[in-house]
C-alpha cells in the first residue's frame, strides 16, 4: 500500500491549563520582561532549617513549575523566573505537612522574592502514610504473596500502564467491582492466570486495609531516619515540569529534536505536541494526526474494543524519534501505521503497515533505517526512508500455541469488527494466556539489531542484512526499553525483577544491579537511556516517583525524587547540556496528582541545594 501524504499549515495552539491559571494571567504585563530572582528559607515552626524539602513554584502560560531542594540550612534558590508573578508555591518533604501559598509576588518595582515559609510535622499517621510513593504500598501487597511466580506475574501484569499502590489502585472494591477491572485489564493486554485472578480482591482489600497498612508504613515515624532528607547530590539538581494536553491526554513518548525544542506524542487523544523550553511566553503547538478514514480504535476497533469514554485515539501514536535529515517519525500503535513528520512544513506522511499489527518502539542505524518493534503480532520490522520500503519478520513463539494465536490474529480482528467476541476470554479477560511481546529496540555499534521480548524475559539480535536471528534467555524477568552505551554493552531495565543489567554481546555474559528502592522489588524500572558523554545509565523509577543514576564506574546510584505525586515514566532523553527528559504519563491520567500529564526536565546540577 502506498504511502499517503497530508499536510497540515496551519498547526493549532494549545496553551496548557493548571487551576491556578487565572492567578497566572492576573500579572502585572509591565513587569513580564523582567526576570525575577526566588530565593528563602524553610524552617520548623522553632526556626530550625529543614533541609531536603522540595520547594515548587508553578507559574506562566503554558503552565510550568520549577523545583528546588533546600541547603542543610534551609535555604533555596530558584533559577531567575521570565515572568512577574503572581506565583503559587509549595513547599513539600516527607515527615512534613505541605504547606501551599497562591498569589504570591514581588514587592512592586522589585525584581525579587524573597520567602519565609514555615513547615509543621505530619503527626497524622494516615496522612503521613498518603505522602509515600504507590511502591512502598505496593511492597505491603508482595510481601503477603509466598509464590515467587505469582508475584513476578503480579507484578509484571498490574503495573503495565499505570503505578500500582496508589491512592486510586488501592480503592476498596467488591468482588464485582473486581471482575470488571479484571476483564477490561485483560482485554487490553494484561493477562492474570486464574489463580491469581481468584486471589486478586482479597489479596488487594487485606493489603491496602488502613487499618493494617497505615501502621506498617509509619512504624517509627517519630524516628530521626523515619524520612531522611536527600542526599547533597540530589540536592543540587532542579526539575522543571510543563503541563501538555488534558485530562484525557495521554503524553506517552517524547524525543529532544536537535535543535532543542520537545516533542511529545498524546496517544489517546491523537496529537504531537511540541515545546520550546527556552522560550517561555511562547504557547505550545498540537498537530493533529491526520484521521482519514481511520475509525475510534484504529484497526482494533471491535465490538468489544476497550477504549476509555474519553479516549479520541483512532491512530494511537505511541514511540517517536528524531531522523538524522531532522524529521520525526512516530509509530502509530492502534492505526498500524508509522508516520513521517516534518517540522518546517508541518506536513504527514503515513505509512501503512502490510504485516504485522501495533508498531510499538522505534529506533535508527547508522545509514538511517528506521528499525521497529511490532509488539502485538511478534514482529521485528525495518523501514528505509529513502525508498519508503517495509520489510518485516516474524520473530519465534516459545511454543505452537503461542504461535498459531499470533498468525491467526488478524482473521480474529476481521472477525470481532462483526461479532463480539468478549465472551472468548473468559470474565477475568484471557485466562492467563500470555504471548510473546517485543518491546524495546536499538542498534548496537556494529550495527546488529537488538530487541527484547517481554513476556517471555528474552532479548534477541538480528541480522540487519540478512534478517537473520538469534534469542538469548535473560536471567531475570521482564526486560523492557533497552539501549546500548558508548563501549556497545547493551543496558537493560528488568520491569518485574526491580533491577538493571548490563550485557556484553562478545561474552554473552550477564551482570545485574539491584535498584536501591525500598522495599526491594516493588520497583518497576519501565525503561532505560544512556547518556553517551559519560556512560551514566538513567533509569525509569516508575512506580516509585522517581528517576535513578547508575553509575557504572562506581557501580553508584543516585535517587531523584520527583515533586509529582503519580509519576509514571516511560521514555528518557538528553539535550545538549545533559539535561534528562522525560514523560509523566500514567493511564488514566487523572491519576496524577493534579489530574494533568506532563513532561519533565531534570537538571542534576541546576538548583543549589548545598
Known amino acids: 500500500m502506498a504511502a499517503r501524504t497530508i499536510c497540515r499549515r496551519l498547526p493549532r495552539t494549545v496553551c496548557c491549563r493548571l487551576a491556578l491559571a487565572a492567578a497566572l494571567l492576573a500579572g502585572s504585563p509591565g513587569r513580564a520582561a523582567e526576570p525575577v530572582q526566588v530565593a528563602g528559607r524553610v524552617t520548623a515552626a522553632a526556626g530550625a532549617p529543614i533541609a531536603g524539602a522540595m520547594v515548587t513554584l508553578a507559574y506562566g502560560e503554558p503552565a510550568r513549575a520549577a523545583t528546588v531542594f533546600t541547603s542543610e540550612q534551609g535555604r533555596f534558590e530558584l533559577p531567575p523566573v521570565a515572568s512577574a508573578g503572581p506565583f503559587a508555591v509549595r513547599v513539600r518533604r516527607t515527615g512534613w505537612r505541605d504547606h501551599g501559598r497562591t498569589g504570591v509576588a514581588p514587592a512592586a518595582g522589585s525584581a525579587r522574592l524573597d520567602l519565609e515559609l514555615v513547615l509543621e510535622p505530619e503527626t497524622d499517621p494516615a496522612a503521613l502514610a498518603a505522602q509515600l510513593p504507590a511502591n512502598r504500598w505496593f511492597g505491603l501487597l508482595l510481601a503477603r504473596m509466598g509464590d515467587p511466580v505469582q508475584r513476578e506475574e503480579l507484578v509484571r501484569q498490574c503495573t503495565y500502564c499505570h503505578q500500582q499502590g496508589n491512592p486510586a489502585t488501592r480503592l476498596e472494591r467488591e468482588d464485582w467491582q473486581w471482575e470488571k477491572v479484571l476483564a477490561l485489564m485483560g482485554r487490553m ?251 524495546g529496540v536499538d542498534v548496537a555499534p556494529d550495527g546488529g539489531v537488538w530487541f527484547s521480548q517481554l513476556n517471555e524475559h528474552r532479548i534477541g539480535r538480528l541480522d540487519p542484512e540478512t534478517f537473520a536471528y538469534e534469542m538469548i534467555d535473560t536471567p531475570f524477568s521482564a526486560p523492557r526499553r533497552l539501549r546500548f552505551d558508548s563501549k556497545g554493552a547493551l543496558w537493560i531495565p528488568g520491569f518485574s525483577s526491580g533491577l538493571v543489567a548490563r550485557f556484553d554481546p562478545a561474552t554473552r555474559k550477564f551482570d545485574t544491579y539491584e535498584l536501591p528502592i525500598e522495599p526491594r522489588g516493588s520497583e518497576t524500572p519501565y525503561a532505560l537511556h544512556v547518556d553517551r558523554r559519560t556512560d551514566d545509565v538513567w533509569i525509569c523509577g516508575t512506580n516509585s516517583d522517581s528517576l535513578i543514576r547508575f553509575e557504572p564506574a562506581s557501580e553508584r546510584f543516585t535517587v531523584y525524587p520527583m515533586p509529582t505525586r503519580v509519576t509514571y515514566t516511560r521514555e528518557l532523553d538528553f539535550d545538549a547540556q545533559g539535561r534528562v527528559w522525560t514523560s509523566n504519563s500514567n493511564a488514566p491520567t487523572w491519576q496524577i496528582e493534579g489530574g494533568y500529564p506532563r513532561v519533565i526536565r531534570l537538571d542534576p546540577r541546576g538548583g543549589d541545594g548545598s
Open 189 to 439: 493486554g494484561g493477562m492474570l492466570s486464574p489463580e491469581l485472578r481468584a486471589a486478586v480482591p482479597e489479596l488487594f482489600r487485606s493489603a491496602y486495609d488502613p487499618a493494617v497498612a497505615v501502621p506498617a508504613l509509619t512504624a517509627g515515624m517519630h524516628e530521626p531516619d523515619f524520612a531522611p532528607p536527600p542526599p547533597l547530590e540530589v540536592r543540587r539538581a532542579l526539575i522543571e515540569e510543563w503541563e501538555l494536553g488534558g485530562r484525557a491526554s495521554m503524553q506517552h513518548d517524547l524525543t529532544v529534536h536537535p535543535d532543542g525544542r520537545i516533542y511529545s506524542v498524546d496517544m489517546t487523544q491523537d496529537k504531537l505536541f511540541r515545546l520550546d523550553p527556552e522560550r517561555p511566553g511562547v504557547a505550545m503547538e498540537a498537530f493533529d494526526v491526520p484521521r482519514g478514514e481511520m475509525p475510534l480504535g484504529g484497526v482494533f476497533a471491535t465490538g468489544g474494543q476497550p477504549l476509555p469514554s474519553s479516549s479520541n485515539a483512532h491512530h494511537g501514536p505511541h514511540s517517536i524519534q528524531a531522523a538524522p535529515d531532522g524529521a520525526l517519525w512516530i509509530t502509530l500503535a492502534l492505526g498500524n501505521e508509522l508516520a513521517r513528520f516534518d517540522p518546517g512544513t508541518a506536513a504527514w506522511t503515513i505509512h501503512p503497515l502490510e504485516e504485522g499489527l501495533y508498531p510499538h518502539t522505534l529506533r535508527f542505524d547508522g545509514r538511517g533505517r528506521l528499525w521497529f518493534t511490532v509488539a502485538a503480532s511478534n514482529h521485528l520490522g525495518m523501514l528505509d526512508p529513502a525508498t519508503g520500503a517495509i520489510r518485516t519478520v516474524r520473530l519465534p513463539a516459545r511454543t505452537w500455541r503461542q504461535d498459531l494465536a499470533l498468525r491467526a490474529l488478524p482473521a480474529l480482528l476481521w472477525l470481532g469488527r462483526h461479532v463480539d467476541l468478549r465472551g472468548l476470554a473468559g470474565e477475568g479477560g484471557g485466562g492467563g494466556f500470555t504471548l510473546p511481546v517485543p518491546y
